[in-house]
């Protein structure tokens, strides 16, 4: 879809990243202005989204609870036995592909790095970072740009299925465009010094008043700036 992905100046890309300035100042007046805090580790962070893939918070809490119940650090679950992995993080579903995955990720860390660190990503260049952590097996754009964000506070904008939705409601994002190509359309509109409580923001909005099925059109302070509301009140 033309307009996708590029950067340079344009009547819609224009268009899109006006919107940027109100609505954000409404969701602060919302839902407050959320200040970066490092939640877990480097690792930790890394482990727990790729135990979050194709399921919900509290299935991947369980799982990763688990994890850190059984096993006292990430090179016991490097080196433990594959079956006993897959059974312990089971509550995340998908646990024949995710616990073969996280040793795989574990043991390539050990092997590149000498040791199970990414703290090296806190100096590297971002996009080299980025580059990095998508080498790794089964860690696309969103897992990368939220362990940089969320653990490292780098400006990478992580697009999950709240943003994705409610970034094309709005109108951020073109219409049909996939999760992994809108997160460079997201760091393009957002000024990155925004990017985690902004992401934050959205998030909770989508959970709260833009749910996927019935959104709560009737008490959301974002219609002026809405394409989806106002494409409704048209018709």
Same mark, same amino acid.
Request: hydrophobic residues 35%; contains cysteine.
């Given at each position: 879809?033309?307009?996708?992905?590029?950067?340079?100046?344009?009547?819609?890309?224009?268009?899109?990243?006006?919107?940027?300035?109100?609505?954000?100042?409404?969701?602060?007046?919302?839902?407050?202005?959320?200040?970066?805090?490092?939640?877990?580790?480097?690792?930790?962070?890394? *482990?727990?989204?790729?135990?979050?893939?194709? =399921?919900? !918070?509290?299935?991947? /809490?369980?799982?990763? %609870?688990?994890? +850190? $119940?059984?096993?006292?650090?990430?090179?016991?679950?490097?080196?433990?036995?594959?079956?006993?992995?897959?059974?312990?993080?089971?509550?995340?579903?998908?646990?024949?592909?995710?616990?073969?995955?996280?040793?795989?990720?574990?043991?390539? *860390?050990?092997?590149?790095?000498?040791?199970? =660190?990414? !703290?090296?990503?806190? /100096?590297?260049?971002? %996009?080299?970072? +980025? $580059?990095?952590?998508?080498?790794?097996?089964?860690?696309?754009?969103?897992?990368?740009?939220?362990?940089?964000?969320?653990?490292?506070?780098?400006?990478?904008?992580?697009?999950?299925?709240?943003?994705?939705?409610?970034?094309?409601?709005?109108?951020?994002?073109?219409?049909?465009?996939?999760?992994?190509?809108?997160?460079?359309?997201?760091?393009?509109?957002?000024?990155?010094?925004?990017?985690?409580?902004?992401?934050?923001?959205?998030?909770?909005?989508?959970?709260?008043?833009?749910?996927?099925?019935?959104?709560?059109?009737?008490?959301?302070?974002?219609?002026?700036?809405?394409?989806?509301?106002?494409?409704?009140?048209?018709?």
């Amino acid at each position: 879809m033309k307009g996708m992905d590029d950067h340079a100046p344009n009547p819609d890309f224009a268009r899109r990243q006006q919107k940027y300035a109100p609505v954000a100042q409404a969701l602060r007046q919302l839902h407050g202005y959320p200040t970066w805090r490092q939640s877990l580790p480097p690792v930790d962070e890394l *482990i727990d989204c790729i135990l979050s893939q194709s =399921t919900t !918070d509290a299935n991947r /809490d369980k799982a990763y %609870d688990a994890l +850190k $119940a059984r096993y006292p650090t990430w090179e016991a679950v490097r080196d433990a036995d594959t079956a006993e992995v897959i059974e312990t993080i089971k509550p995340a579903g998908l646990a024949n592909q995710k616990g073969p995955r996280i040793q795989e990720v574990l043991r390539e *860390i050990t092997r590149q790095r000498g040791a199970i =660190t990414i !703290d090296f990503l806190a /100096d590297l260049p971002l %996009d080299e970072a +980025k $580059a990095w952590l998508t080498s790794l097996n089964g860690v696309g754009p969103k897992t990368a740009a939220i362990v940089l964000c969320f653990a490292f506070n780098r400006a990478a904008f992580p697009v999950d299925t709240h943003v994705h939705r409610v970034g094309q409601r709005i109108g951020f994002l073109p219409e049909g465009i996939s999760a992994d190509k809108a997160h460079p359309v997201m760091e393009a509109i957002v000024p990155p010094d925004d990017y985690y409580a902004f992401h934050l923001n959205v998030i909770r909005h989508g959970r709260e008043v833009c749910n996927a099925r019935s959104p709560h059109c009737e008490r959301c302070p974002l219609t002026d700036y809405c394409d989806y509301f106002q494409r409704g009140r048209t018709k």
